[in-house]
């Protein structure tokens, strides 16, 4: 039976072994008759009922009907299952697994949504997400009266037309009485976007922590759209364009394709690609100019290059270049071969615009007629969100998961997938416990401070997961995010907090309302979280904000800290603080560049501060990875990078997948081809233009000690040097080496 396009099919499947209890199935599916009967747009739904299903009833019905949503009730048993009924009426159990894989095959087919209105069906849930894009399940048993409630709210919401996810809400909403409304959980497919499917909602990829994919909020979304609209458009096609290529380096794909696309487009363009360049400081310079004069950055996006931290810094300045400069360099994402989910940060740069594919070289004549045409005022292919879900491919966790530069907050939305893998890896501190305890207690305040790829991030990422198990919601800032503009303009930056804090949690914007005051940004922003986005949640929230330290050089730093410190003050006075969490990540030394430490949230609650590991945890490393590096390796591994967390692991990681031997990886350690090679240059090209720090640096290697305070306090936020006693030291010995060859004032 084929659907009409303008109806929507609910297929409703009922089971209640006699050897189970009884459930009021009769009472429930009546209930949701009559409501879509009398709703707005009950011509749009059409409601198929199958009773006492048994498990080739299940796929049948779904094949006759065709439905868009399908709607359990009965029984479940946690991990294991669901109830169905065999021929006799007598209970016939379906696991979990055959469940999932049922739907993956009707996944192509217009199933939009599954509702399992059936005890612990949670478990059931996450499974059928990974292949649906809407599934709800029940986290723990559930009462009839409630199951009712909410599948009446539910119903209704979605016959007035609102989409699934305020249907949800509003079911959630309808059991708060009975105390349940926990219960119902909301599962989406991961990288679900607003316009796609069915019944998409005006949010997109919200999870459960309120955590978007992108980590940027629909309006900052939007705006970035906005900018490369208006700088394609207003482009002269005429003109020679100026086209700067980034790629990996010595990598297959990349590096042919790179040149074909080079020497195909300096025919009609100006087109800079960094081959040969010899890496220094003068390299660094160039790379900058040549990007800040650049039209448009083709960047080629392989299974090497998402990886590589250099690629990454050359998408993150083109970024922060366009929003001063009008929407210029315009970015063209190229895939090679690559159908992974972008990872954070990349996603929050490459998401939400468009892209294109290239899967071998019968491709590179289409792929190279495509980039003429997006140079010339066209657009890349793939840019509706269902071609981007179309094109990706999430693979299965590997046994020895690639160490990621920066923390991977997307993995939260996957707690099944390559989270529980990376965790075999993670090294636990003592701190780990004390802030995992400190975070599911009602109103605190926990600082995160340590230099560059120490592990920060990845302990916000376990506190974020604990208070959501704690039933806290999140608002996760990434200051990382904030543009030059707002950084500059202290009005401008407390606007754009209140705007953002808002859409992640997916709130109506009421800024305005609020702003239009004569008072100063903090009172207006302290207004607004207290007596707008507090009171509105009613629930306990939890503010993680990343890369804290991109305000410390704001002339407005100590109005913005010091508003941080007075919402931790005021839990002792007014209850309505006591609802909201904060929790802040840095790098650099807050000490040295917040005027008045009474007005710093940094010295109050729990402060954690975290090291490179000790040699026993690099044992402890080197042993969970299989022993790739033997005992006297690993001692000159030890001695070579000093702990320095993210080196360790990738090193570790390279051997033990036979990448290279340690052998190869010491001789080649400061190499622009070795292990450590790219992370070098990124290194690199962050020092470019900071004459101070350079100086710096060049002191700690040269004498041991850094007589500027505050320069001392960058190199160390930026993971360069360390201090030990009264002697300042590079952070390791291949910092000292690389650095020292090729450091220029």
């Known amino acids: 039976m084929s659907n009409s396009t303008n109806v929507t099919t609910i297929l409703l499947l009922a089971a209640n072994p006699k050897n189970t209890s009884r459930l009021r199935l009769d009472e429930e599916v009546r209930e949701i008759d009559e409501g879509l009967r009398r709703a707005n747009k009950r011509e749009q739904f059409r409601l198929e009922q199958k009773w006492a299903v048994r498990s080739r009833d299940f796929y049948r019905a779904i094949l006759d009907t065709q439905p ?43 199933v939009e949504c599954v509702l399992l209105n059936a005890c612990y069906s949670q478990v059931q849930a996450e499974a059928i997400s990974q292949h649906i894009n809407y599934v709800i399940g029940m986290s723990r048993a559930i009462g009839d009266k409630a199951a009712i409630n909410f599948t009446v709210a539910f119903y209704d919401a979605l016959g007035a037309g609102q989409d699934v996810e305020f249907a949800f809400e509003l079911g959630r909403s309808q059991i708060v009485g009975l105390k349940e409304d926990q219960t119902p959980i909301l599962k989406k497919k991961q990288f679900l976007n607003s316009d796609q499917g069915l019944f998409a909602s005006l949010s997109e990829q919200t999870t459960k922590a309120n955590i978007p994919a992108s980590f940027l909020g629909k309006k900052a979304r939007q705006l970035n759209q906005d900018a490369v609209i208006e700088a394609t458009k207003n482009r002269d096609t005429n003109t020679p364009q100026r086209i700067f290529i980034s790629y990996k380096r010595d990598a297959e794909p990349d590096e042919p394709v790179a040149l074909q696309i080079f020497h195909a487009l300096s025919q009609q363009h100006e087109v800079f690609i960094d081959q040969r360049m010899l890496v220094g400081t003068p390299w660094a310079k160039r790379i900058e100019a040549e990007l800040s004069q650049a039209d448009f950055l083709i960047v080629l996006l392989s299974g090497q290059s998402v990886h590589s931290e250099m690629v990454e810094a050359e998408i993150r300045m083109a970024h922060n270049l366009a929003q001063v400069q009008k929407g210029y360099p315009v970015i063209l994402p190229v895939r090679l071969g690559y159908r992974e989910p972008f990872q954070y940060p990349l996603s929050a740069y490459l998401n939400h615009i468009n892209w294109t594919f290239w899967q071998g070289a019968e491709d590179t004549p289409r792929l190279i007629e495509e980039l003429i045409q997006a140079v010339s005022g066209g657009e890349l292919s793939i840019a509706e969100a269902q071609a981007k879900v179309d094109l990706l491919e999430i693979s299965q966790a590997l046994p020895l998961p690639r160490p990621f530069a920066a923390a991977q907050p997307l993995l939260l939305e996957m707690p099944e997938g390559t ?28 600082a995160i401070k340590g230099p560059r790829q120490v592990g920060k991030s990845s302990l916000l990422i ?102 941080l410190r007075s919402w931790h003050n005021s839990r002792a006075t007014m209850p309505i603080w006591k609802q909201l969490d904060l929790t802040l990540v840095t790098s650099t030394e807050p000490y040295q560049l917040i005027d008045d430490l009474n007005q710093s949230p940094f010295n109050v609650g729990q402060v954690i501060e975290l090291e490179d590991f000790t040699p026993e945890q690099v044992a402890d490393l080197n042993f969970r990875h299989g022993l790739p590096f033997n005992l006297t390796e690993e001692r000159q591994l030890i001695a070579l990078l000093g702990g320095h967390p993210y080196l360790v692991r990738r090193s570790l990681y390279l051997v033990a997948s036979q990448q290279c031997s340690p052998s190869e990886l010491f001789a080649n350690a400061t190499a622009d081809n070795g292990a450590f090679g790219d992370h070098l240059r990124h290194h690199l090209s962050l020092l470019h233009n900071k004459t101070e720090l350079i100086q710096g640096l060049l002191q700690v290697i040269r004498q041991n000690t850094c007589f500027d305070k505050r320069v001392f306090w960058r190199l160390r936020g930026a993971g360069l040097v360390k201090e030990q006693g009264r002697t300042v030291l590079p952070r390791c010995q291949l910092y000292a080496e690389y650095f020292r060859d090729n450091l220029y004032v």
């Open 419 to 446: 989270m529980e893998c990376e965790s075999a890896f993670y090294v636990e501190r003592p701190s780990d416990a004390l802030v995992l305890k400190t975070i599911v207690q009602r109103g605190v305040t926990i």
């Open 68 to 110: 868009q949503i399908i709607h359990f009730c009965g029984h479940a048993t946690g991990e294991d299952g669901i109830y169905l009924e065999d021929e006799t009426g007598k209970s016939a159990f379906v696991e979990t697994e055959a469940l999932a894989s049922m739907f993956k095959v009707f996944a192509s087919t217009k």
């Open 462 to 563: 376990r506190i974020i997961d604990a208070a959501v198990n704690a039933g806290k919601q999140i608002a996760f800032l990434d200051f990382q995010l904030f543009d030059k503009a707002a950084l500059r303009n202290g009005e401008l930056f407390f606007h754009q907090f209140c705007i953002w804090l808002t859409d992640v949690l997916d709130m109506t914007d009421k800024v305005e309302e609020y702003w239009n005051t004569p008072l100063g940004n903090s009172q207006r922003c302290t207004r607004y979280v207290s007596r707008y986005i507090l009171k509105e949640l009613g629930s306990p929230l939890v503010l993680a904000m990343d890369e804290v330290d991109k305000v410390f050089d704001a002339d407005f730093r100590n109005d913005f800290f010091g508003m």
